[in-house]
């Protein structure tokens, strides 16, 4: 089946380590996002990719690392550099058309003990 | 910069109809999303509008723009208690189509049998 897929569910992360949030997609999208979700806050864009080997920062994009080697794929990177991580984090895709849908995958559950 | 707000609760009984209202800012904003969000999952766009049209109906979902007053609601008709949920109102920034989406807070939707 077609869609995005986020790993893993759920990620703990000791304060100072760096961590790696993955996204696949297979919907032969050009962009891909990711978005961070705190209670009471909505989504906030962290990052976004329209094409590979480019991308361009969001609102929120301090502490956080992206890259875009190849089309399918979008990993995000928590630096030690972010000072509030835990967070509900959400990769989406979308070609670039009129009217285009953006599909969101089920997200990862970001916890730092 | 861009800016979306909505009330962040809503209780109704089921059966009942729900009307969930949004403000913007942007006035370049050329489509509106609506998106819903069950607990611990991803986004699910449950419709949009575009800018030119003041209202869009998908069976029992309404959807009303009043671009003058920068307003927008979502009716649910004959709601049911699988629609409880967080709802999102969104608005694709900088009149763009596609992903790059500016978020409201959500509203919690909560339906009692």
Redesign the interface.
């Known amino acids: 089946d077609g869609g995005?897929t986020?790993s893993p569910k759920y990620l703990f992360r000791k304060e100072g380590q760096n961590v790696t949030l993955s996204c696949e997609q297979n919907l032969n999208h050009d962009?891909m996002?990711w978005?961070r979700q705190d209670p009471?806050?909505?989504?906030?864009?962290i990052y976004?990719s329209q094409i590979v080997n480019d991308f361009q920062k969001?609102?929120i994009a301090e502490g956080y690392s992206v890259s875009r080697e190849k089309k399918e794929s979008f990993p995000l990177t928590v630096t030690s550099a972010q000072k509030n991580p835990t967070a509900f984090y959400?990769c989406?895709?979308?070609?670039?058309?009129?009217?285009?849908?953006?599909?969101?995958?089920?997200?990862t559950?970001l916890t730092v003990v | 910069?861009e800016d979306?707000e909505q009330s962040?609760f809503l209780s109704v009984r089921e059966g009942d109809s729900s009307v969930i209202n949004c403000t913007y800012t942007d006035s370049s904003s050329t489509?509106l999303y609506w998106?819903k969000q069950e607990p611990?999952?991803?986004?699910?766009?449950l419709t949009?509008i575009?800018s030119n049209m003041d209202m869009k109906q998908d069976q029992r979902l309404t959807v009303l723009l009043n671009k003058k007053d920068k307003h927008l609601s979502l009716r649910i008709a004959d709601t049911q208690t699988g629609d409880s949920a967080i709802y999102?109102c969104a608005d694709a920034a900088g009149g763009t189509?596609?992903?790059?989406?500016?978020?409201?807070?959500?509203t919690i939707l909560t339906v009692h049998p």
């Open positions: 995005i986020q962009a996002y978005y009471g806050q909505g989504l906030r864009l976004y969001g609102d959400l989406a895709s979308s070609g670039l058309g009129t009217g285009t849908e953006a599909f969101f995958g089920q997200g559950r | 910069g979306v962040l489509y998106y611990g999952a991803g986004l699910q766009l949009y575009f999102f189509s596609y992903g790059k989406l500016t978020f409201g807070q959500g």
